[in-house]
T-cell receptor
Framework: KQEVTQIPAALSVPEGENLVLNCSFT??????LQWFRQDPGKGLTSLLL?????REQTSGRLNASLDKSSGRSTLYIAASQPGDSATYLC?????????????FGRGTQLTVWP | GAVVSQHPSWVICKSGTSVKIECRSL??????MFWYRQFPKQSLMLMAT?????????EQGVEKDKFLINHASLTLSTLTVTSAHPEDSSFYIC??????????????FGEGSRLTVL
């Protein structure tokens, strides 16, 4: 069974720092990997989607990389801002999963203070 | 990205009553919708998958008769928690996949519904 782990569980940094959030998964037979942002009491906002054939995706200050063979992905946040404070979740879609179910990690709770 | 709307965003009910949560895809047709449950500081756990016009597929350990799912149209899926008990209190989130999502695998999520059972 696929297991997704995110490290660290929580992170608190001053504004302006560059951050790296880590995600690892046990089964490398994935279809894609998706990073989400979740604000307290809210749903999920999709940040980046990386297909299994891709190595990285970029959107603004966010860059996500994927190393499928080692079962790892990183989310890089450049020049962090207080508005980036949220929980970041990574999720993988298993190859062969016809219904597209996602396996989620527990998330990294990020706090960026001014 | 595509917009998925959930209603209500929060609901409080008495033990033994039933509660219905709606999930709508606003700007695309959702051939498949997924219902997740999230406990505090825990990951999202898939409860069931519904395809328009057919019966939902439930994950192991999820009671079909307690969590009724209906996907009657391409833009609406509903989750009904029947005879709710305090242990059913949780955050329920739906997600949807449209035609483009079939190829990319990208899912779009609703805002979630907080259920509190007294």
């Amino acid at each position: 069974k696929q297991e997704v782990t995110q490290i660290p569980a929580a992170l608190s940094v001053p504004e302006g720092e560059n951050l790296v959030l880590n995600c690892s998964f046990t089964d490398s037979a994935i279809y894609n990997l998706q990073w989400f942002r979740q604000d307290p009491g809210k749903g999920l906002t999709s940040l980046l989607l990386i297909q299994s054939s891709q190595r990285e995706q970029t959107s603004g200050r966010l860059n996500a990389s994927l190393d499928k063979s080692s079962g790892r992905s990183t989310l890089y946040i450049a020049a962090s801002q207080p508005g980036d404070s949220a929980t970041y979740l990574c999720a993988v879609r298993q190859r062969g999963s016809t219904l597209g179910r996602l396996y989620f990690g527990r998330g990294t709770q990020l706090t960026v203070w001014p | 990205g595509a917009v998925v709307s959930q209603h209500p965003s929060w609901v409080i009910c008495k033990s033994g009553t039933s509660v219905k949560i709606e999930c709508r895809s606003l700007d695309f047709q959702a051939t498949t919708m997924f219902w997740y449950r999230q406990f505090p500081k825990q990951s999202l756990m898939l409860m069931a998958t519904s395809n328009e016009g057919s019966k939902a597929t439930y994950e192991q350990g999820v009671e079909k008769d307690k969590f009724l799912i209906n996907h009657a149209s391409l833009t609406l899926s509903t989750l009904t928690v029947t005879s709710a008990h305090p242990e059913d209190s949780s955050f329920y989130i739906c997600s949807a996949r449209g035609a483009s999502g079939v190829s990319t695998g990208e899912l779009f999520f609703g805002e979630g519904s907080r259920l509190t059972v007294l």
